[in-house]
């Protein structure tokens, strides 16, 4: 196996909620000691969420865990970008993705203000990505990649493909049209996630019949996406991949409401994918370029 150093991947807090589904609920202090003791880099505190801890409460938990934060923030305007910030500098986080709730047909002004959020990130010492998310700018695969055009290469996207497989219906037969949409939006991401999905559910248990015909293309989506960041930022650039199963009604139940998969399971599977994906770009990256990042 290769060095995987550089690919940091983080469980999502928020994934970690009605954990296990069994019995009684993790504390916040067992959910840290169980994403720490799994060889995770770090956790993703979603401010959306149902069970989303306060920076008072969370700092003194992460002391000691080696974990990593980022945060995680649905907004709509300047004033919740700031308040995300506030929060990701009182948890320590050097990262954030936005789910960016602004609509419009006309990208220039959407692509403008993505620029202006981005900036006050970079102000703070927080880099910024906007996630590829249902019910935000970059709902329709289309307009996503239309929106690019416009958008500041310094801004990158967060990869979550399961939102593009559920709103768009995408057929299991990959198209030409998709994949070169993807190919352009693949090369913008600035990290990934990890849920598989159908056109039907946008989240599916990892090794059920219903992912396994999705599997390979979101682990080939995965693999290309880190192949496109590796050259960008060089083979020592790190990487994050956010494994991010959530709690219902993400997550599917049977008719009395409870859940039919292990989603803490399921993640410890995600990982183990992200990490044989990013081997495999690695080493088409080392074979194509000498140790000064030179194309051989």
Known sequence: MLNTSNLCVYQSLWAMEDLPTVGNSWTLAEQIERIAGSGFAGLAVDLGARQAPSAERLVPLLAGSGLRTAVFAFVSDDDAVRSAVAYAQRVKADRMV??????????????????????????????????????????????????????????????DFSHFVCANELPEEPTAEHDALFAKVLSRCGSLQGRIATRGQVQVPVESPAARPWEKRFRDWWRTGFEQILARRGADAEIMFCTELGTRPYAITDTGGNEISDRWADALILKGWATEEFDAALALHSSTHDYTGVIR
């Open 98 to 159: 936005l789910c960016a709730q602004i609509y419009g047909f006309d990208p220039k002004p959407l692509a403008a203000t993505l620029l202006r959020w981005y900036e006050i990130g970079s102000v703070a010492g927080i880099h910024i990505e906007i996630e590829t998310h249902r019910n935000t700018v970059t709902n329709d695969l289309r307009f996503t990649a239309w929106l690019l055009d416009y958008l500041d290469e310094r801004v990158e996207l967060a990869g």
